[in-house]
């Protein structure tokens, strides 16, 4: 009987969470972080203040949960490519990952940050863990496995993960945030992962570190 409670009490957190941080992302974007207030936030996802507090105790902790959730991948959505083919694992990886940069909240978001943390030493101060964004993990995972497989010799996937995220990111993404009628098409961007998965393997790839 205890554990259908306490189930059913994880099942009302999450969902107190969701509503949180849904109501917390609309009113950040439409006020800004100043004019933001804990009690908006509760009133708008329809819980009480005290559940609000209760997870999320300061506005800077909140803002921080929702700049990573607008990263967030639900459960089984990204797969983890097997290891056997290096370059190709990393192209599967790097849609993902271009595919979360394309949200429509991501980049509103981050414009928000770049904004708003001059001006707030709470959100200067915020480490805003990036590292616990689910495609970063899963390419740290595929680099150890594809180093166990002996198909790569990544001596630190810590390193490696957001050097290939970034070559992605510096043209799929960054241009955004200045630029606002910036895109590119389906084509450019799988090319863009193409040279990015390219570069990582002509330096990684078990074939290319024995040469």
Do not use: C
């Not at 009987?1 to 306490?6: D, G």
């Not at 997870?55 to 056997?84: H, M, N, R, W, Y």
């Not at 992605?168 to 084509?187: E, K, M, Y």
């Amino acid at each position: 009987m205890s554990r259908e409670i306490s189930a059913y009490h994880r099942q009302v957190a999450a969902s107190n969470r969701s509503a949180i941080l849904d109501a917390a992302a609309d009113l950040f974007l439409e006020s800004g972080y100043d004019r933001t207030s804990l009690a908006r936030v509760a009133e708008r996802a329809g819980v009480s203040k005290a559940t609000l507090f209760k997870q999320f105790p300061t506005k800077s902790e909140l803002f921080e949960a929702t700049v990573l959730a607008a990263g967030d991948t639900p459960d089984g959505e990204l797969i983890d490519p097997p290891p056997g083919d290096f370059q190709a694992g990393l192209i599967t990886l790097g849609m993902a990952y271009a595919e979360l940069l394309a949200r429509p909240r991501m980049a509103d978001l981050i414009r928000l940050v770049i904004a708003e943390s001059p001006r707030f030493p709470e959100l200067r101060e915020r480490t805003f863990d990036f590292g616990t964004l689910p495609v970063l993990a899963a390419l740290k995972r595929y680099f150890k496995a594809e180093n166990a497989a002996g198909n790569a010799n990544v001596d630190d996937p810590d390193v490696a993960a957001p050097q290939f995220l970034g070559m992605i990111a510096t043209v799929v993404f960054w241009p955004r945030l200045v630029h606002a009628n910036w895109s590119l098409s389906d084509d450019e961007v799988l090319r863009v992962i193409d040279e990015a998965a390219r570069t990582m393997a002509a330096r990684y790839a078990a074939s290319a570190t024995r040469s």
